[in-house]
């Protein structure tokens, strides 16, 4: 055991601002940017002009996709229907899964509540809509606006207690800059249920000038499932209650994923929705009193999921899409409703999107809108393009009221070649005909990394050219954040409303990682859509310390610190040109030394360039050390203007070592001292320590994968985590050989929770401000616990072994006094499993703590003073084959990660991860294999280096 000495700790990336940085659209420029009209296309290396090796590693990394392990499953296993599924709260409705216990959530709390962090303040366009410090999840946003009238509803966990009403709302009365938190609609009798899946809508009666707002939820009463609708007449401040849809109701059948749609013209209301009886319908129904009766339902027989009414508004035509299988199907009715044409298909072909990381669901649902001036119908939806690519964003559109449809075009960033992109939403602003599309995206983040933005771009030809895709939100977020097993995360879908210049989107993400109050919220951001907002990014922070201990890669009071800022280019929009940045900073006693640089031009998708002139930035004496520092970069160029928010940490952090554990104590298969393992759920299957598989002989510890449903928990010692603990460090290393299915879908898996004072258990990835790398896989979810214990949850899963064991390591904030275990967890199903299962060892736990030692120099002066020397110094042989050594130097004990990279952009493997080396020469060997233990193929591959003081790279040839 090491001793409890407080060393100074290295971390992965301190010059870094912890995350990808992604920008927030401006909403004024000086003059208006015309768009190229370009469809993103592929970047190809072999087009990029001659550059430094530093800018090609560069631009290698930001094409990383994600590296899979192979598919491994049983050939007797029932594979999973993934057309049509029930919703999450849909589920929860049916008691497929257990109710969420309002009360868990509130058990949480011992003291005063996290206000959620908005990184620009009041400058910030991302407006929380509901009470900062509402405890669990909103999430699955709708908007609807009517003048300075605004409502958003959102499944809402407050709605969980002795009666149930989901379905949150939150209004404002001018125009979105204010907000209040209305609660939840309110009940018939109090026996009857309101189980979410919102949808709201407005309509203007054009004779009164009556304004009314129009709120559909799941229903459930006296054991029959149904829809019902609430209506407000007061700008979403108070609602009717629910209005029972009785063309839904059934005893037997179950109502799901319903949408909402109204005639501008007539105020009929359509509501459409996903019948679940003895065969799967869609069915329609609509209402001319605001939801007091309702026609008898149409039904379709193809069945499918998310669909979605939508009238023209100067015409009697009524359209419905949905996705049934690989294709979007439109019917159509030129009577307002009262008949309806035959099932027809707007695009075939289509691939389930497969599941972005962080985020429990995914799907292909369409959004459609209708241009009232030209009657043309759009439908967007998202569908996978060939792998390593997740899915994409693609747009169709018909002249002729459904007739034909033009041949999909995918509108995202860069089509087939970046990560995933999900749940968009389509909106015509109905007197300039331009068409405005949102989505989530995953382009922020590298590998398994559960990043997360919303995307927005738009056309004004009627779909012909798109603008370059840019992010709505001020920064991009963890999907991972608050979830739950079977919870809806951030649900299934975003909306938004175009309105004039303007561009209303509400959506949900997640906030600063924290186990008190950490889960989804809603927000919306009002947008000028006109200037474009320029598709630029941060990739990386670094900076010189100068002044009060130099240089020891820390800020610190009574410092300046240069700041080396790397952007990037993510959509392949042409050549940014004219970049310019300002900088500048929301924190107290930090004072801009100089504020402005340029930026060399950016070449298309994946460029990078770095401020040319310095960025200096001074801290004061009295600045209380430990505290983070707020930045903005607001950058102007050719495409417009981009403002980009980061954060920076002051102080040097100190490591106490709390626990460390290699299991080579004991004899297999005995559990070292403190150490146990107990059955969750089905058939006890324990943890044992084992020879087999062990980066440090003789021992590591295992659970079988077993041909049984079983859910079983490792169990750490207590931690006692010191009170001024500012992140608890977690290292250990794992392998694992677990049946999974496809997709990044896994029938077995395994992954960590956190339990906090014997009392609160939570996902490790639910608030883990560092996760690297994130869970590859993800719990198929299927109808009961019974099939997978473990639900929906990323975890991992596959067979690794052939590449041993390799290191995870996470840091949690916020648990400063807190008794601490962790508990990992394996679920397997009821089917075969694999021969093997899943080895953790090394595990190592420490307390960091920020602090500032005692300045080494009286006076801070701003000097160029060197970096200390850290490179590498030789790949020897190279050309090499089958083996070669990288070598490097250090000036310090420092920790190293180490990567090998394709020419494609593709992680191929780790050597180490934040191994430490000594100070002086030191080497790496890679034996040409992937992490799969394969040999890879001969050509060029880029061997990475990085450390604290920053990150080398050097070519490595493997020649067969």
């Known amino acids: 055991m090491r001793s409890n000495k407080r060393i100074p700790f290295v971390r992965n990336t301190n010059h870094g601002p912890g995350e990808p940085r992604r920008n927030k659209a401006s909403r004024r420029r000086p003059e208006r940017h015309t768009s190229s009209g370009c469809r993103p296309s592929s970047p190809a290396l072999s087009n990029v002009p001659a550059m430094s090796l530093s800018a090609l590693t560069v631009l290698v990394l930001l094409l990383v996709v994600s590296l899979m392990p192979a598919d491994t499953f049983s050939s007797d296993k029932k594979i999973p229907s993934q057309e049509p599924q029930i919703s999450p709260m849909g589920a ?296 390593p690519d997740f899915s994409d964003i693609y747009f169709v559109m018909s002249t002729d009221t459904g007739a034909t449809w033009s041949a ?140 009060c201990n130099v240089p020891n890669g820390w800020l610190e009071p009574r410092e300046f610190a240069e700041l080396n800022i790397t952007i990037n280019s993510f959509t392949d929009c042409g050549t940014i040109t004219g970049i310019h940045g300002t900088l500048s900073t929301t924190t107290a006693l930090v004072d801009i030394k100089d504020g402005s640089a340029d930026f060399a031009d950016l070449l298309g998708a994946g460029a990078t360039s770095i401020n040319v002139d310095s960025l200096i930035v001074w801290i004061d004496s009295t600045f209380s050390c430990g505290d983070p520092i707020d930045f903005v970069l607001n950058l102007t160029s050719s495409a417009g203007e981009a403002i980009i928010p980061f954060r920076l940490w002051t102080g040097v952090e100190y490591a106490t070592l709390l626990l460390e554990e290699n299991f080579d104590t004991v004899t297999a298969p005995t559990l070292p001292a403190g150490w146990a393992w107990t059955p969750v759920s089905g058939t006890a299957n324990p943890w044992v320590t084992s020879t087999t598989f062990s980066s440090t002989p003789p021992n590591a510890v295992f659970c079988a994968d077993i041909s049984s449903w079983s859910n079983n928990r490792l169990v750490s010692p207590v931690i006692n985590v010191p009170a001024d603990c500012d992140l608890l460090d977690v290292v250990f290393q794992v392998t694992h050989n677990l049946e999974n299915y496809n997709d990044r879908r896994a029938w077995d898996g395994a992954l960590l929770k956190v339990n906090i004072g014997g009392s609160q258990t939570e996902l490790a990835g639910a608030f883990a401000s560092l996760f690297d790398p994130f869970y590859p896989w993800q719990h198929l979810r299927m109808s009961g616990t019974g099939s997978n214990p473990l639900q929906d949850l990323a975890c991992w899963s596959g067979d690794v072994t052939a590449g041993g064991l390799y290191d995870v390591h996470l840091q949690f904030p916020g648990l400063g006094g807190e008794q601490v275990k962790l508990f990992w967890e394996l679920g397997t199903d009821n089917a075969v499993g694999t021969s093997s299962g899943m080895f953790v060892d090394d595990i190592v736990v420490t307390s960091i703590t920020r602090a500032c030692p005692t300045c080494s120099t009286g006076t801070a002066v701003v000097t160029e003073l060197p970096r200390a020397p850290f490179q590498i110094t030789a790949i020897v042989p190279n050309p090499f084959n089958p083996e070669t050594t990288i070598r490097f130097t250090l000036p310090e004990r420092l920790a190293v990660t180490g990567e090998v990279w394709s020419v494609s952009g593709e992680r191929i493997r780790v050597l180490a991860r934040d191994r430490y080396f000594d100070a002086g020469v030191n080497d790496l060997r890679w034996n040409g294999k992937n992490d799969q233990g394969e040999t890879v193929a001969s050509g060029v591959y880029f061997v990475r280096l990085k450390t604290r003081l920053g990150a080398q790279t050097a070519r490595a040839v493997l020649l067969k």
């Open 92 to 387: 929860i409705a049916r008691g497929d899964v257990p109710r969420p216990d309002y009360q868990d959530y509130l058990k949480k709390f011992n003291g005063p509540l996290r206000v959620p962090f908005t990184p620009l303040g009041l400058q910030g366009d991302d407006r929380l809509v509901h009470d900062p410090t509402a405890a669990g999840f909103q999430s699955e946003n709708t908007i609807a606006v009517n003048g300075s009238d605004v409502v958003v509803g959102f499944n809402d966990i407050r709605g969980f207690g002795a009666t149930v009403s989901v379905s949150g709302y939150a209004y404002s009365s001018d125009g979105g800059m204010t907000w209040t938190d209305g609660g939840q609609l309110p009940l018939l009798t109090g026996a009857d249920q309101v189980y979410g899946d919102p949808d709201v809508k407005t309509w203007t009666d054009p004779v009164s000038s009556d304004v009314y707002f129009f709120y559909s939820s799941l229903y459930f009463f006296s054991s029959r499932s149904s829809l019902c609708l609430h209506v407000s007449t007061d700008g979403g401040a108070t609602w009717s209650t629910p209005r029972e849809v009785t063309s839904a109701t059934s005893l037997t059948d179950f109502c799901d994923k319903e949408f909402m749609g109204v005639d501008p013209e007539t105020g009929r209301i359509f509501i459409s929705w996903t019948n679940f009886g003895a065969t799967t319908t869609m069915r329609v129904t609509y209402s001319d009193d605001f939801g007091l009766t309702w026609s008898p339902a149409q039904v379709f027989n193809i069945s499918g999921q998310g669909s979605i009414p939508r009238a023209d508004p100067n015409s009697n035509r009524v359209y419905i899409a949905w996705r049934s299988s690989g294709a979007i199907k439109f019917v159509r009715s030129s009577d307002n409703g009262a008949t309806w044409s035959g099932v027809m298909n707007a695009a075939t072909g289509n691939v389930d999107p497969e599941s972005p990381y962080g985020s429990d669901r995914i799907h292909g649902f369409p959004s459609m809108d209708v241009d009232g001036a030209t009657g043309n119908v759009y439908i967007v939806y998202a569908s996978r393009n060939l792998p």
């Open 408 to 547: 999909p075009a995918a509108i995202n960033s860069n089509p087939g070649n970046d990560r995933a992109q999900f749940f968009p939403w389509v909106s015509v602003e109905q007197n300039t005909g331009r068409v405005d599309v949102i989505w989530y995206d995953q382009i922020s983040g590298t590998g398994t990394s559960d990043l997360t933005d919303v995307f927005h771009t738009h056309s004004f030809d009627q779909g012909a050219t798109w603008a370059c895709p840019a992010p709505l939100t001020d920064k991009p977020f963890h999907a991972e954040y608050g979830n739950d097993t079977s919870q809806p995360n951030i649900g299934d879908y975003i909306q938004c409303v175009s309105i004039d210049d303007f561009l209303y989107a509400s959506f949900a993400k997640t906030d600063e990682p924290s186990h008190l109050t950490y889960a989804p919220d809603s927000y919306v951001d009002i947008s000028e859509v006109v200037p474009d907002a320029a598709p630029i990014g941060i990739m990386d922070v670094g900076f010189d310390d100068k002044g």
